[in-house]
């Protein structure tokens, strides 16, 4: 990355004369004697069988405490900030396919990891998002049970499914889970950690007990805190004990990170002359991504670079999709022995970061780091958006080494940014919940790299204008995996926006009869009060804009190619 001279580097906080700066030590003290005090409180209120699990996770969460304390402002200095090379970001092609002999082999050594902590909240749903229907009336539980039943079946191997689970999921999924009794897959789960809410005033717990009836007092703490979770739960002692090498992590909710055998090759090739320890799946940006997480070189390492790490005067060069042109899809690949070292090591460290949203692959000082929009200086936001630099995003799929996880637990050397998430509850308390993001533990790895994966691994459902592409003629279902369309004369995805009277998955099957025909759509918004008739085609551009108080019902049969709708047009039963 060439130097600006106007890039100036920058620390955290004022400069402050020598009696400011004891008196904050005095207040910081005071403050972790504070939060000790409340959560000695916290532990003797709940079950007495439970006592030493809350204390390990209280002793973890007063780490994070005191780190943010102390870590006030953003950890990135932007001149030290370094695009990837070309040797810490592989592309796609170059990976070559297993020989059919070995396939069998390659996946008895692997685990695959699901994030499973997540509520359907935000569609309108109750219970853990993973449950949501999807297509053809199956979850993305069941979707994701029938890839690794494929996997079983077809090279008769054992490949292990883990779902990491939050309090919030945690009693739901068990009950689901024994539907699938009589799948060839073996099921695991275990917990993330329950962390206390703090208030912002007070910076004390906002809990009186451990009673879980308060849930509003809680959180889960982001999948960041997968690596000492799967360690404490004894799990990663176990699949290392059985021979498992890697885990592939990845959103519930991304039905395109699927097991990809050229990766999993590429890690177990023992041509390979190092294999890394991390893989991060990153993939190209486009401007529907500017916000997502990228990958930096910072320090000599490979770091996850989020918008919120971000400062104000550079978030337009984050967004920049020609500076920093990938993103983080959250698709992780990683060594269990690597794992195990750095939390046993306790070299697992994240900076402080607020509101993240995703981040690009660069290098900095000599390492691959994951750089996100909220770490760029203001001044170089507009150059982070770019596309034409910064040309790729996490997807948020990883293949990590299962030595490497264990080696990083155990050895205490996993670093990752602390996520700030300033929340208001329902009866008008503001307060601060400190997450961590499991993407941002890249640079606690050796040999970390990232992968610039085909977009098609980086299909998340958020939203249901996400639940209508997927569940339209634009994909196929294979065994549990989505396919795009071969009829479909482009590989790119639409994109679609539709507005609030959608916005829950009861209201927004509710609207559409039938699910149109999208094959040939390249734009789709919708506006207000609008519903579909059955057989609906939607082509090239369509914008449906229903004003308030007025209706839109599309007719069934209509075909809409590069059109807008404006108006109220209402069609009744006669």
């Given at each position: 990355m060439t130097q600006d001279p106007k890039f100036s580097a920058f620390v955290r906080g004022h400069r402050r004369a020598g009696s400011d700066v004891q008196f904050i030590e005095r207040t910081r003290l005071d403050a972790q004697?504070?939060?000790?005090?409340?959560?000695?409180?916290?532990?003797?209120t709940g079950p007495p069988g439970l006592h030493e699990r809350i204390r390990a996770e209280f002793d973890e969460f007063e780490k994070l405490f005191g780190r943010y304390l102390q870590e006030s402002g953003h950890a990135i200095m932007w001149d030290k900030i370094r695009l990837v090379s070309d040797d810490l970001v592989k592309t796609y092609n170059e990976l070559k396919a297993p020989d059919n002999k070995s396939i069998k082999t390659l996946l008895n050594q692997l685990v695959v990891v699901k994030l499973n902590g997540g509520l359907g909240t935000s569609m309108g749903c109750k219970g853990p998002k993973s449950i949501i229907s999807v297509r053809n009336d199956l979850t993305f539980l069941d979707l994701t049970v029938q890839q690794i039943e494929h996997l079983n079946k077809t090279y008769g191997t054992d490949v292990p499914l883990v779902l990491m689970n939050s309090f919030n999921t945690d009693a739901d999924t068990e009950k689901i889970l024994q539907r699938y009794s009589q799948v060839k897959v073996k099921i695991f789960t275990f917990n993330q950690s329950r962390y206390p809410r703090?208030?912002?005033?007070?910076?004390?717990?906002?809990?009186?007990?451990?009673?879980?009836?308060?849930?509003?007092?809680?959180?889960?703490?982001?999948?960041?805190?997968?690596y000492q979770s799967i360690a404490n739960s004894k799990l990663l002692d176990?699949?290392?004990?059985?021979?498992?090498?890697?885990?592939?992590?990845?959103?519930?909710d991304n039905l395109g990170a699927t097991v990809d055998l050229n990766i999993l090759n590429f890690l177990l090739d023992p041509n390979t002359k190092q294999a890394p320890e991390f893989v991060m799946e990153v993939t190209n940006k486009t401007r529907a991504d500017v916000k997502g997480g990228t990958l930096v070189e910072y320090d000599g390492k490979l770091r996850l670079l989020e918008i919120a790490q971000v400062p104000k005067d550079h978030v337009d060069e984050f967004k920049s999709v020609s500076k920093f042109k990938i993103f983080n899809t959250n698709n992780l690949w990683i060594s269990l022995d690597a794992i195990k070292r750095?939390?046993?090591?306790?070299?697992?460290?994240m900076e402080i970061i607020v509101n993240p949203k995703g981040g690009t692959l660069v290098e900095y000082d000599g390492k691959l780091r994951l750089l996100e929009i909220a770490q760029v200086p203001k001044d170089h936001v507009d150059e982070f958006k770019s596309v034409s630099k910064f040309k790729i995003f996490n997807t948020n799929n990883l293949w990590i080494s299962l030595d490497a996880i264990k080696r990083v637990v155990e050895d205490n050397t996993l670093h990752m940014e602390i996520i700030v998430n300033p929340k208001t509850l329902d009866n008008g308390v503001n307060v601060v919940q400190l997450e961590t993001a499991?993407?941002?533990?890249?640079?606690?790895?050796?040999?970390?790299?990232?992968?610039?994966?085909?977009?098609?691994?980086?299909?998340?459902?958020?939203?249901?204008?996400?639940?209508?592409?997927v569940m339209s003629n634009l994909y196929s279902l294979k065994t549990g995996a989505l396919?795009?369309?071969?009829?479909?004369?482009?590989?790119?995805?639409?994109?679609?926006?539709?507005?609030?009277?959608?916005?829950?998955?009861?209201?927004?099957?509710h609207r559409f009869a039938s699910i149109p025909d999208m094959l040939e759509l390249d734009h789709l918004t919708v506006s207000g009060d609008v519903t579909f008739g059955r057989n609906v085609t939607l082509k090239g551009t369509v914008i449906i804009i229903a004003n308030h108080g007025d209706r839109i019902d599309i007719p069934s049969g209509a075909v809409l190619e590069n059109k807008i709708v404006s108006g109220n047009l209402r069609i009744l039963d006669h």
């Open positions: 004697k504070a939060m000790n005090k409340e959560l000695q409180k916290l532990i003797q703090i208030s912002r005033e007070s910076l004390l717990p906002i809990a009186t007990s451990f009673n879980t009836e308060n849930i509003e007092s809680w959180y889960p703490p982001g999948h960041g805190d997968v176990q699949f290392i004990n059985d021979g498992k090498k890697y885990l592939f992590m990845s959103n519930i750095v939390v046993e090591d306790n070299t697992l460290h499991v993407g941002a533990a890249i640079k606690s790895f050796e040999g970390a790299i990232g992968i610039n994966v085909p977009r098609r691994r980086f299909l998340p459902v958020k939203t249901t204008s996400d639940l209508l592409i396919e795009m369309n071969p009829l479909r004369s482009f590989p790119s995805v639409p994109l679609v926006k539709l507005g609030s009277h959608f916005s829950k998955v009861k209201d927004y099957l």
